[in-house]
């Protein structure tokens, strides 16, 4: 049987976000030099590195069976996927700018304007649900600049601080979609069973990289109370101590929130009180 194929972005961040993440994974490979493929270690997993705009089309068309890439490109590819697991990273939204002093104020005020963007599918078929159409000048690159060279009326592009647009003076109109990482896949992959396999092993790794692992000691007449501040996934470990006064208790707790539970135990009587990172986990 052939090897499964995965996607993934041949450089950039995201590059280097994606590998990690399969290596974290247990999907382990070396990369020679620039080469354009990679077998995984003890899996019939072979990596293959791609543009990241290309995964999406190069999966449904069957070249790959899954791919990490952003969601935002899967929609302007416009093709027939099947989205397996989101990664938890490259959060990003895609939004409709105009300059500060610009009179345009609604979606429907873009009629007949000029747009620059790297996303002229999605920016279209906004563009049609709010009764206007405009001139799409397709760019492949940064289009903050656009506007200033008289290219364009607007832009449509993803942001994620707002930092560059507030450098060139724009304001978003309107924000057209939410994206992220995600992992994807085609409806006929070569090792259907391996494709579930790494989804798991993925899943493993995005989930324990939004929860902490916290033990603290605590008195029994308190454990109740404990509980109530930090639940647990299903319900906190509790055993005995030699002070049968008192009990340890590990639980996992979402990472944004470990600090304030620590607080709140530390509040009750909690002490010895630590969080461990976690690796992998499988809930």
């Known amino acids: 049987m052939e090897n499964l194929r995965i996607g993934v972005p041949s450089k950039g961040r995201l590059a280097e976000l994606a590998t990690d993440l399969l290596k974290d994974a ?36 069957g070249a790959i069976d899954m791919g990490i890439t952003g969601s935002d490109l899967v929609a ?11 990664l938890g990273v490259g959060n990003c ?7 500060e002093s610009s009179a345009i104020k609604t979606a429907a005020d873009l009629d007949g304007a000029r747009i620059a963007t790297s996303f002229p599918h999605v920016t279209e078929k906004y563009l049609a649900e709010h009764g206007a159409k405009a001139h799409m000048v397709t760019l492949s690159g940064s289009v903050e600049v656009m ?14 601080t707002g930092s560059t647009l507030a450098a060139n003076r724009l304001r978003i109109l309107d924000e057209i979609g939410r994206y992220e990482t ?5 409806h006929n992959p070569r090792h259907a069973e391996m494709a579930d396999r790494v989804v798991r092993r993925l899943e493993g790794v995005v989930i324990a990289r939004s929860y902490s692992l916290l033990e603290y000691n605590i008195p029994r007449t308190k454990l109740a109370e404990a509980e109530k501040i930090a639940p647990g996934f299903n319900s906190p470990t509790v055993s005995a101590l030699e002070d049968a006064d008192w009990c340890a208790v590990r639980v ?7 600090i304030p539970a620590m607080e709140q135990l530390e509040a009750i009587g909690a002490s010895a009180i630590l969080e ?7 809930l």
């Open 26 to 61: 247990g999907l382990s490979f070396r990369r020679q030099d620039r080469s354009l493929f990679a077998l995984v270690k003890d899996a019939p997993v072979e990596i293959t590195f791609l543009r990241t705009d290309d995964i999406p089309v190069l999966c449904a068309e």
């Open 76 to 86: 302007e590819a416009g093709v027939e996927l099947v989205e397996r697991l989101a």
């Open 93 to 99: 939204r895609l939004a409709v700018c105009v300059p």
């Open 147 to 160: 506007i200033s060279l008289g290219v364009a009326d607007a832009i449509v592009d993803l942001v994620e």
């Open 182 to 186: 995600i992992l994807i896949q085609n």
């Open 252 to 258: 996992m707790v979402p990472r944004k929130q470990v």
């Open 276 to 282: 461990t990172q976690i690796a992998n986990c499988r």
